[in-house]
Each structure stands twice: as C-alpha cells, then as structure tokens.
C-alpha cells in the first residue's frame, strides 16, 4: 500500500501550487521522542497542542498549529545537511519551510517539510492517521533531506537544462505517470528511498543519484562499480564538479504552500490521504495473509503479526534470498509491505511460531516471484 507521497510542486515562484504528487511507499519509521527546546516560542506550541485530543487536533485548520522549525530537531539536521553539502565544496543552501508535505518546487531551490515533524504530538497523530511517519528518525529525515535537495539543486543552477543531464537521466519535460512499474533487479539505477524510487521519473532519477553520491561514507564508486547506474554517479560527480564554489543562478527565496496559508483542517487533510492511498491497498493476498495468521480474539494476548514478521525478517531475507536468488533489498521490500499490510488488519500470530515463520518464508517467495516479477507491481506516483 502507498500511503506517503513524494511532492515536487510544479509551480512557479512564490504562487500558489498544485503540486504534481510523486508517491512511494516508506517503511514505517519510529517517531523519535524530539528533545523539546526551552524557547519560549517552542515551550508555547507544546502548551497548546500536547493536551489536546486526537479529534481537538483534527478540528484544527492547518494554519493554526503555530508551527516553526526553530527549536526542534529539524534544525540539527538541517545543519547536517548544510556541513555535507560544505564538505563536497558546494556554497548552495537550500531554504526550508513546513508545509503539508515533503517538496521542492521545481522554480525555488528550497525544500518544504511536513508539519508533524516539528512536534511530537503530531508525529503521534501521523502515525494514528495514516501507520508511519515518514522521515520520523534521524536517518529516514537525512535520507528524504538528501533527496530533495537534489532537486533543489537541480534547480539552482538550472542542471536540467544541460545536455550530458538530459543524456544520462532523460529530459525533465517527460510528464510524471500515474504509476510506475518498478523493475527491482535493473542495475541502471541507484537504491536510495524505497519502492526503486528512482525508476519514476528521470527528475527523480537524478535526485535518488545525488542523495547515494552526498551521503558521507557512501563508497559509490565500489558499490556501484559494476553497475550501469555508476555512470549517472560519475555524471553527477562530474555535475558537481562545475559547480563546486559557486553561486546559484536562481536564488529565490519563495516560500511554496507554507503552513501559514493552509487554512483546511488536519481532519480533511487526513481524509483525503487515506481516500487516496486506500485505492492501493494490497488486497491481492490479505487472504494470504488471514490464513497466515489470525484476528480472532483468541489470540488477542498473543504476538502481533508485525511485531513477528519484525523479529525473524534477517531469516526471512536470507532464506528467501537463496530460494529465489532475490537480493536481499527486494526482498524487503515485500516483507516490509506485508509488516504494513498485518498492522492495518490487526493480524496476531494464530499458529505454531516455527510453523508460521516457514509459511511465511513460501508467502514471501511466492509474492516475489509472482507478483514483482510479472507485472502486476505498479506504483502509485
């Protein structure tokens, strides 16, 4: 199921913005408890919305929450950020705003963050409403940060525009599908977000290429040394290159649905999320995976069936990986979903835990090779 989306408004400076939605799923990611700053400004938005009931927050108009980014846990890794993009030799930095999602705009060179990470009992609604919360830790937000600054740089020093970017990504103008097929064993791209979130579009093909080459300690160049992908490394190696010490070209600092101006509610927000992703649901197997284990309330006291699937995924991964010859990324991709799709059906260990893991590993198998492998496995963008 696709729950989350990935959002690179379209839209020109400073205006109002539809933004085209580029979706993918995430693994669910624990929220961590963010260190509450002693700032006044800060202390106040934790007055005002910790007491607050699920359904007081959902009457909320967006607008209202008071958020900033200033004080919380946001800032360090914005400041990560900065340092990484300092230490390859790059003066960029992209400006950063709360929004209703995770952007960039393709004609400001800055990047929005959703509005739940910059307070925890949000975060705790994100997870209630829609089972994650995307960018929730220290390395999930670092990843989505690394991502879009991609396109952010992209379009500070206008790199799409350049004919070897064109030749080895594809042209920017291509129109963003409604979903997109992904081929899990294709070399020609990076894995950086999940879902082979790069295979969507060729915007985000340099976006994902850019994250694995910012990220410290990489090592792309070995990792990718026999991969047809390294030479969109080398390409954005070589991009980066000529941009090393300068200045962007565009320098807006607009600011693109920003939380101020959102005057819906956190309940309509959420009401349309779930209208839209539960189009994706998994369906296909939720029978799979009610034979696998059980909602009966016999076993309401026994082990969830995402905590289990949890505990023996390394097993799960090697098992299957020497069934199927299915690298171990693929494979967790479909264990991730099924972890997803039992959470959502309240599913608990019914069987004999040795009985259920071996099933499990043949259902893992199964849905690989039957699913992934023969075009039924499309992505909502």
């Given at each position: 199921?696709?729950?989350?989306?990935?959002?690179?408004?379209?839209?020109?400076?400073?205006?109002?913005?539809?933004?085209?939605?580029?979706?993918?799923?995430?693994?669910?990611?624990?929220?961590?408890?963010?260190?509450?700053?002693?700032?006044?400004?800060?202390?106040?938005?934790?007055?005002?919305?910790?007491?607050?009931?699920?359904?007081?927050?959902?009457?909320?108009?967006?607008?209202?929450?008071?958020?900033?980014?200033?004080?919380?846990?946001?800032?360090?890794?914005?400041?990560?950020?900065?340092?990484?993009?300092?230490?390859?030799?790059?003066?960029?930095?992209?400006?950063?705003?709360?929004?209703?999602?995770?952007?960039?705009?393709?004609?400001?060179?800055?990047?929005?963050?959703?509005?739940?990470?910059?307070?925890?009992?949000?975060?705790?609604?994100?997870?209630?409403?829609?089972?994650?919360?995307?960018?929730?830790?220290?390395?999930?937000?670092?990843?989505?940060?690394?991502?879009?600054?991609?396109?952010?740089?992209?379009?500070?020093?206008?790199?799409?525009?350049?004919?070897?970017?064109?030749?080895?990504f594809g042209k920017a103008?291509?129109?963003?599908?409604?979903?997109?097929?992904?081929?899990?064993?294709?070399?020609?791209?990076?894995?950086?977000?999940?879902?082979?979130?790069?295979?969507?579009?060729?915007l985000e093909d340099f976006?994902?290429?850019?994250?694995?080459?910012?990220?410290?300690?990489?090592?792309?160049?070995?990792?990718?040394?026999?991969?047809?992908?390294?030479?969109?490394?080398?390409?954005?190696?070589?991009?980066?290159?000529?941009?090393?010490?300068?200045?962007?070209?565009?320098?807006?600092?607009?600011?693109?649905?920003?939380?101020?101006?959102?005057?819906?509610?956190?309940?309509?927000?959420?009401?349309?999320?779930?209208?839209?992703?539960?189009?994706?649901?998994?369906?296909?197997?939720?029978?799979?995976?009610?034979?696998?284990?059980?909602?009966?309330?016999?076993?309401?006291?026994?082990?969830?069936?995402?905590?289990?699937?949890?505990?023996?995924?390394?097993?799960?991964?090697?098992?299957?990986?020497?069934?199927?010859?299915?690298?171990?990324?693929?494979?967790?991709?479909?264990?991730?979903?099924?972890?997803?799709?039992?959470?959502?059906?309240?599913?608990?260990?019914?069987?004999h835990p040795e009985e259920?893991?071996?099933?499990?590993?043949?259902?893992?198998?199964?849905?690989?090779?039957?699913?992934?492998?023969?075009?039924?496995?499309?992505?909502?963008?």
């Amino acid at each position: 199921m696709v729950k989350k989306k990935r959002s690179h408004s379209r839209s020109g400076s400073g205006g109002a913005a539809e933004p085209v939605r580029r979706s993918r799923r995430m693994k669910p990611l624990e929220p961590e408890q963010i260190p509450l700053s002693r700032r006044k400004d800060v202390q106040d938005a934790d007055d005002q919305l910790l007491p607050l009931s699920d359904d007081q927050l959902l009457d909320l108009r967006m607008s209202d929450l008071k958020l900033t980014i200033r004080g919380t846990v946001l800032e360090k890794r914005i400041a990560q950020l900065n340092e990484e993009l300092a230490a390859r030799g790059l003066k960029f930095k992209p400006h950063f705003w709360l929004s209703e999602d995770w952007f960039s705009p393709d004609d400001v060179p800055g990047i929005a963050i959703p509005f739940y990470l910059a307070h925890r009992r949000l975060m705790r609604l994100e997870r209630k409403q829609l089972l994650d919360v995307e960018g929730g830790t220290h390395e999930g937000c670092m990843k989505i940060l690394r991502h879009e600054t991609g396109h952010a740089i992209d379009t500070a020093f206008r790199l799409r525009r350049r004919a070897i970017y064109r030749k080895v990504f594809g042209k920017a103008s291509v129109p963003y599908p409604e979903s997109y097929q992904p081929k899990p064993s294709s070399r020609n791209y990076v894995h950086h977000l999940e879902m082979w979130y790069a295979q969507s579009h060729p915007l985000e093909d340099f976006a994902e290429t850019f994250a694995v080459w910012l990220r410290p300690g990489s090592r792309w160049r070995a990792r990718y040394r026999n991969w047809p992908a390294i030479k969109k490394l080398e390409t954005v190696d070589e991009l980066m290159e000529s941009i090393r010490g300068k200045k962007p070209v565009v320098q807006s600092r607009a600011t693109v649905d920003p939380l101020s101006r959102l005057r819906k509610t956190l309940r309509t927000h959420y009401e349309r999320k779930r209208t839209h992703y539960g189009l994706d649901l998994p369906s296909v197997y939720d029978n799979d995976l009610r034979k696998l284990f059980s909602a009966d309330d016999a076993h309401r006291r026994n082990m969830t069936a995402a905590a289990f699937l949890t505990r023996i995924r390394t097993e799960l991964h090697r098992t299957v990986s020497k069934w199927t010859g299915e690298n171990a990324y693929t494979i967790d991709q479909v264990v991730q979903e099924m972890i997803e799709r039992c959470r959502e059906l309240n599913l608990r260990l019914g069987g004999h835990p040795e009985e259920v893991k071996r099933d499990a590993m043949i259902l893992v198998a199964v849905r690989i090779t039957n699913f992934l492998h023969e075009g039924g496995h499309r992505v909502a963008v």
